[in-house]
């Protein structure tokens, strides 16, 4: 699926997904997206209030430090450069990238690194930014990982958790929002590489992964 950019615009015509204010003329295959999804969980807006609310708590936390922001490829993009843009502080960002799920719906446990970060931690104040914590067995290893290369401290903030999937307890200093256990994608979130580039977030209709 491919969003085109707004030109001249015929009519638009309300979707069939709550809060998928799309008009359909600007979706290439806009149909097989929206029969893809259940429904929208939370809008653009939504996010974008949501991640400024985070930005002004890391502000306030972090005062007076130098924080170094880690994005979690590839899901953590979108969260990442709108939470960038939003801090008001002084950061500088890096990016890891591990994988986990594969194109499946759950967490295997093995994590492997796949990118690693090019900034040494040792004294440095860390924030992990992810899209989604699910299991919590990529962030509980990751944060023990991180903490293991001396860094002054090691927290996390994500955009959506799911508390009803966790598997094991970790410490989560930021969370946008608590979310029911349903496979979510957009705003950086996927199934088999698909609907990254949307720009809210919604449920999978289960036909899709079952
Ligand atoms: C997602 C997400 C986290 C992980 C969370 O990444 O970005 O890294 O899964 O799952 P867990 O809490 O069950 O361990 P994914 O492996 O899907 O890769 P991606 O970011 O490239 O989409």
Known sequence: MAVLSLGKTAACRPS???????????????????????????TKEDIQRRVNELAAEIDSDYAGRDLLIVGVLKGAVMVMADLARALHSHVTMDWMAVS??????????VVRILKDLETDLMGKHVLIVEDIIDSGLTLSWLKANLLSRGPASVEICTLLRKPEAAKVNIDVKYVGYNIPNEFVVGYGLDFAEKYRN??????????VYE
Request: a negative charge; hydrophobic letters at 30%; glycine letters at 10%.
């Open 16 to 42: 069939r997904v709550r809060g998928f204010d799309y008009p359909q003329e600007l979706l290439v295959d806009s149909h097989d997206v929206q029969s893809d999804l259940k429904h929208v969980l939370y």
């Open 100 to 109: 986990s799920y594969g194109s499946g719906t759950q967490s295997s446990g």
């Open 198 to 207: 949307l720009d809210f977030i919604g449920t999978l209709a289960p036909h």
